[in-house]
């Protein structure tokens, strides 16, 4: 079974603050995919990374791929109160096209 | 804008009734997935649906069943709900193109079996 495992599970931070969260696998996964899903909606897709390496920017987010392809990282710059949300990593269960989620990490950004 | 719509947003339902979640997306896509979230737990894969009248047991497909008809209509039956499937489901489309095609969601039902 193909897990993923997000860390940390939740932060709170200040408006400005930086933050890293991780997404790490002990499987390899072809590409994952990071997901913010806010208070009673449901997950929207923010980035996809597909190469070992591979380093994504989203206006004040930055996503990277590991080069093994096993884990994936989403750094934000300054964060304003609109990133509070959960951030949810998933991969590709290997032959469907099906995802496999990660834990989650609830951000909470106060003013 | 791909829309998946949900049929209820809150659900209240007493153990040992059948329950029925339905969605409906309108972008002609092949894919259809229900996801039951819990905390800690993160997304958990239920069932899916690749075509009309086919079906795929997820990591947690015990005690559900679903129906796909239509296309655009992907249905999520709880035989005889039970206290441990209160949760909120979520129910996702996506085109058929392979590993990277990423998931639409509905804004979820979220339901309570007393």
């Known amino acids: 079974t193909q897990l993923l495992e997000q860390s940390p599970q939740f932060l709170s931070i200040q408006e400005g603050e930086n933050l890293t969260v991780y997404c790490n696998s002990s499987?390899?996964?072809?590409?994952l995919q990071w997901y913010r899903q806010e208070p009673g909606e449901g997950p929207v897709l923010l980035v996809t990374v597909v190469t070992g390496g591979e380093v994504k920017k989203l206006k004040r987010l930055t996503f990277q791929f590991g080069d093994a392809r096993k884990d994936s990282s989403l750094h934000i710059t300054a964060a304003q109160p609109g990133d509070t949300g959960l951030y949810l990593c998933a991969g590709p269960h290997t032959g469907f096209q099906k995802l496999v989620f990660g834990t989650g990490t609830r951000l909470l950004v106060s003013p | 804008d791909v829309k998946v719509t949900q049929s209820s947003r809150y659900l209240v339902k007493r153990t040992g009734e059948k329950v029925f979640l339905e969605c409906v997306q309108d972008m002609d896509h092949e894919n259809m997935f229900w996801y039951r979230q819990d905390p800690g737990l993160g997304l958990r894969l239920i069932y899916f649906s690749y075509d009309v009248k086919m079906k795929e047991k997820g990591d947690i497909p015990e005690g559900y069943s679903v129906s796909r008809e239509k296309k655009e209509r992907f249905s999520l039956i709880l035989e005889s709900a039970s206290t441990n499937q209160t949760s909120m489901y979520l129910c996702?489309?996506?085109?058929?193109?392979?590993?990277?095609?990423?998931?639409?969601f509905g804004n979820g039902t979220r339901l309570t079996v007393t």
């Open positions: 499987s390899v996964f072809s590409s």
């Open positions: 996702a489309s996506s085109l058929s193109q392979g590993d990277n095609s990423p998931l639409h």
